[in-house]
């Protein structure tokens, strides 16, 4: 990510290689990648500003400007950063070449994109990505797209002065499926119990690697080795006896401003993540999907319409949840409501309804936000976080009982 | 009040939908709600169904259950809409149907297949892209989803002819909409706003035939009036597009010094600015008007001409001497549109007003007194 962040410098200083502002759920990276254009992304440098503590400041700025304070802390932290010559490492982020708003269910990204088109002075191309309503979309929503990315081409062939090289889409398309599959795999550790790693709370310092190098070799080989140091892990742990306490799936981002402190909630009951949603945000591929070098430009399509969570329904994504409570063997599921983002949180209450009385898996429903730091009560937070675990606990030990029974 | 408009207000505050229910007795037809904040209800006419425009349940009804489904930070009539369903008021539909509006209603069009299997409930994505030759396609694909989807329903086979002469049907009641609001525009001291407003609102719960009817004879009896203009602001009113405000909002932005000369509220019933062709393939026809003829909304995006640039047009047009956002608490797509609206009017020297509602405000002194210091601030500057 220091690469990343070190060669958008670059870009801001010299002009070279130039950058497009992407959605990252979606993101059409292999694209932009065989035209050497560097992906950036206002949500990374939101979310870097709110991790890092930064984010406030920027969003008061952009709510003096005249958002809502009910606005996605997101926009306000990107726009309200530009406004102050803010970024999340110092150095400078260049004006987009292209603002590329590669529409993926999220209707904020829309307004965001156009926000930063007007602010910024930069051209705006919408790539419209229709939702997926039925469980495969539609030949007419692939052909849609397919057209869209060739539109993006006849651009990228203008901004770049470049033809596009039918072997370089192919290479970066061929990176795209490699690192897929080894995440997959990464992903899949998880059913193992104990599982090497969280898959939410770690997971999430894989994905920004994710986003801004599954084009590239250097992606593949990242997660290569990333793969193979969490097998050795899983071995590792498992000789030494390392145990689990619970095992849980959520559902939503995490409160980035307080993201240590929510993690410690969880931590402090020795409870693992072992699947999560928001870990699908780039790609959806634990469940077989991959991009096809033979096929770039409808692989890129269906990666945008179906293998992403955002673009998904809220049937699916609880058929998602469900199928990792039951193939990852979780206890429960925590849902954690941002207030930032309707697309996930939008009736998320329902989603507890259909886990906790439906199907009778004990689910936690919290609320905060993934970039404002004032919408965030420890204390409230940890209290409903130890009542759920305790009755997770008792509910764990009757269902042990019943089984032993 | 003349009768025809306390019809109209008991129509638009009915949540037991009389209309539909009565409607449905009388043709055995079925009935498909649509969500705002536009639905090509011409299909829905075409299969023999009645479109019905849903615009949540106002002030008429206690969220006892809408609540926990979907939190905090979510729009009211979101949460009014399961509401009614929840509470058996949305029994009458047979259907409901959604748009890609925002990500609430988008959810919301999932919460309610989750928890009302026995209807057909779908989801249309209107296009973002109208600048790409391919959306046109693409639309027309999603107009003849829909329609076959409602055949499977129970509705008549699709039949060009049908579509077509609900395209005309449709088509003359826009056009006797507009013709209304031009002449508000002239004359606003003749045709108060809430009047104007429950008329057209109307519509969403009858059949067009009917309602087209009403405006004929709206417009009759609105020529024969005759009163003094008095010392008003002319206003337009600009950012309830999805969610209503209740009607005594209107009545009160004009009560407080304001003469409204345009506005977006219930915009889905003057979604076009001119005819759609009837000439060739219908569905194509639909496709291509939504995409080059729609008025500018919040809720659509086409990025060959900024919304901002539209808002200002229609100030122009109407002579207005300022704008009033009226926006719906959390309603996200009006909160992003009034950064880069509030930014053009500063610029182009046009004052305006904001002011947040939600279905169920109750207390309206506050607003009064908001509208008639910024009515006054320009009366008498």
Redesign the interface.
């Known amino acids: 990510m220091v690469d990343w962040y070190q060669k958008l410098a670059e870009s801001a200083e010299t002009g070279t290689p130039p950058a497009a502002s992407m959605m990252v759920s979606g993101a059409c990276v292999e694209l932009t990648q065989a035209f050497d254009v560097l992906p950036l992304y206002p949500e990374v440098n939101a979310l870097q500003l709110a991790i890092r503590r930064q984010s406030l400041e920027p969003i008061l700025a952009a709510e003096e400007?005249?958002?809502?304070s009910?606005?996605?802390a997101y926009?306000k932290a990107d726009i309200g950063a530009y406004f102050k010559g803010i970024t999340p490492t110092g150095s400078p982020l260049p004006k987009p070449a292209l603002v590329l708003c590669n529409?993926v269910?999220?209707?904020?990204y829309?307004?965001?994109f156009?926000?930063v088109?007007?602010i910024m002075e930069a051209p705006?191309y919408?790539?419209?990505v229709?939702?997926l309503?039925a469980g495969e979309p539609?030949a007419?929503?692939i052909?849609?797209v397919v057209?869209?990315l060739k539109?993006l081409v006849v651009k990228l062939e203008e901004i770049t002065g470049k033809q596009l090289d039918m072997d370089k889409l192919r290479e970066a398309v061929w990176c795209s499926s490699q690192v897929e599959e080894y995440w997959s795999k990464i992903k899949h550790l998880a059913r193992r119990s104990p599982s090497p790693f969280d898959a939410y709370f770690d997971a999430i310092t894989l994905m920004g690697p994710l986003y801004v190098h599954r084009a590239t070799r250097e992606g593949v080989a990242f997660f290569k080795q990333a793969l193979e140091e969490l097998e050795l892990k899983a071995e590792l742990d498992r000789e030494a006896g390392v145990r689990e306490r619970f095992r849980l799936v959520f559902e939503g981002p995490p409160p980035y401003p307080h993201f240590r402190a929510f993690r410690d909630m969880f931590a402090k009951w020795n409870a693992c993540a072992v699947a999560s949603t928001y870990s699908t945000v780039g790609g959806l591929w634990e469940f077989g999907a991959r991009h096809d070098p033979d096929n770039p430009f409808e692989s890129i399509a269906l990666h945008m319409i179906e293998h992403n969570v955002t673009n998904r329904?809220?049937?699916q994504r609880?058929e998602q949840i469900k199928r990792y409570v039951e193939e990852w063997d979780a206890d429960g599921v925590i849902i954690h409501?941002v207030?930032s983002?309707?697309?996930f949180?939008?009736?998320?209450?329902?989603m507890r309804?259909?886990f906790s009385r439906t199907l009778g898996v004990p689910t936690l429903?919290v609320?905060s936000d993934l970039a404002d730091p004032r919408y965030f009560s420890t204390a409230q937070l940890q209290t409903r976080v130890d009542a759920y675990f305790e009755a997770l606990e008792m509910h764990k030990s009757a269902r042990t009982s019943a089984h032993v029974g | 009040m003349n009768d025809l408009y306390v019809t109209c207000e008991d129509i638009i505050s009915d949540i037991d939908f009389k209309t539909v229910r009565d409607w449905k007795d009388r043709t055995g037809g079925k009935a498909v709600g649509y969500f705002p904040v536009y639905a090509p209800a011409e299909i829905i006419h075409a299969a023999g169904m009645l479109p019905v425009g849903l615009a949540g349940a106002g002030d008429r009804l206690d969220i006892q259950h809408a609540d926990a489904r979907f939190g905090s930070f979510i729009c009211s009539i979101v949460k009014t809409t399961l509401e009614l369903g929840m509470t058996d008021h949305l029994a009458a539909f047979d259907a409901l149907l959604f748009t890609s509006i925002c990500d609430s209603a988008r959810n919301l069009c999932y919460v309610m297949q989750r928890n009302f299997p026995e209807k057909y409930v779908d989801f249309l994505h209107l296009p973002h892209n109208p600048s790409s030759p391919a959306a046109a396609e693409f639309l027309a694909s999603e107009y003849r989803r829909l329609s076959a989807r409602l055949e499977e329903l129970g509705g008549e086979p699709y039949d060009e002819v049908a579509v077509l002469h609900a395209i005309e049907s449709f088509n003359e009641n826009r056009a006797l909409t507009r013709s209304l609001c031009d002449w508000r525009a002239e004359r606003p001291h003749l045709m108060k706003a809430s009047e104007l407003y429950a008329l057209v609102r109307a519509g969403n719960y009858l059949p067009v035939e009917q309602h087209t009817e009403m405006l004929v004879a709206a417009g009759a009896e609105f020529e024969g009036r005759a009163a003094k203009a008095r010392d008003s602001i002319r206003v337009v009113v600009e950012g309830a597009f999805c969610e209503q405000p209740p009607i005594d909002v209107v009545r009160i932005i004009e009560q407080a010094g304001c003469y409204v000369v345009d506005d977006d509220l219930t915009i889905g019933r003057r979604w076009f600015t001119e005819d759609i062709s009837t000439d060739g393939d219908p569905m194509m026809a639909l496709a291509q008007a939504y995409l080059d003829k729609s008025v500018y909304s919040s809720v659509r995006h086409d990025f060959r001409k900024p919304r901002s640039q539209g808002l200002v047009e229609k100030v122009r047009n109407r002579k207005a001497d300022a704008v009033i956002m009226l926006v719906a608490k959390f309603c996200e797509p009006a909160y992003f549109d009034y950064v880069l609206f509030k930014q053009e009017l500063e610029k182009e020297g046009i004052p305006h007003l904001l002011i947040e509602f939600e279905e169920k405000l109750f207390t309206f002194e506050n607003l009064r007194m908001e509208v008639e210091t910024f009515a006054e601030s320009l009366l008498f500057a």
């Open positions: 400007f005249g958002y809502a009910d606005n996605c926009v529409f269910g999220c209707n904020t829309v307004k965001w156009e926000h088109s007007v705006l919408v790539l419209d229709p939702f309503r539609s007419d929503a052909a849609y057209r869209q539109e329904n809220m049937q609880n409501f207030k983002c309707r697309l949180s939008a009736g998320q209450g329902d309804e259909y429903y609320e």
